[in-house]
């Protein structure tokens, strides 16, 4: 069993910054990608920032300059600092990873895994 617990989120007014995290459990045998995706209410879920094993970052040209993506792998974690937020950034922020793991019956598996998301709110 494999999981993404997500923490932090929550409101602020624009122009603040805030930190989301997001943490991979289970069993697990290798992280690769890991990224932050978000959906407003009526919009699509869109790639915020995404970052691989060896640490190479990708981010959206909405949030490059202003969004910081960043992991540890000894713990398993993705980090998303958030700053100069607009009213715009408003969403749900999920997690996702790609994970390679093993259970009873099977070893080695690749699947991608979501987080439950977090909600961040921007007030202008």
């Known amino acids: 069993q494999v999981q993404l617990v997500e923490s932090g989120g929550g409101l602020v007014q624009a122009g603040g910054s805030l930190s989301v995290s997001c943490t991979a459990s289970?069993?697990?045998?290798?992280?690769?990608?890991m990224g932050w995706y978000r959906q407003a209410p009526g919009k699509q879920r869109e790639l915020v920032a995404s970052?691989?094993?060896?640490?190479?970052?990708n981010y959206s040209d909405s949030v490059k300059g202003r969004f910081t993506i960043s992991r540890d792998n000894a713990k398993k974690t993705v980090y998303l600092q958030m700053n100069s937020l607009k009213p715009e950034d408003t969403a749900v922020y999920l997690c996702?990873?790609?994970?390679?793991?093993?259970?009873?019956?099977?070893?080695?598996?690749?699947?991608?895994?979501w987080g439950q998301g977090t909600q961040v709110t921007v007030s202008s």
């Open positions: 996702n990873a790609e994970i390679k793991y093993y259970s009873s019956t099977i070893y080695g598996k690749t699947s991608d895994y």
């Open positions: 289970g069993s697990i045998l290798r992280i690769n990608d």
């Open positions: 970052i691989s094993s060896g640490g190479s970052t």
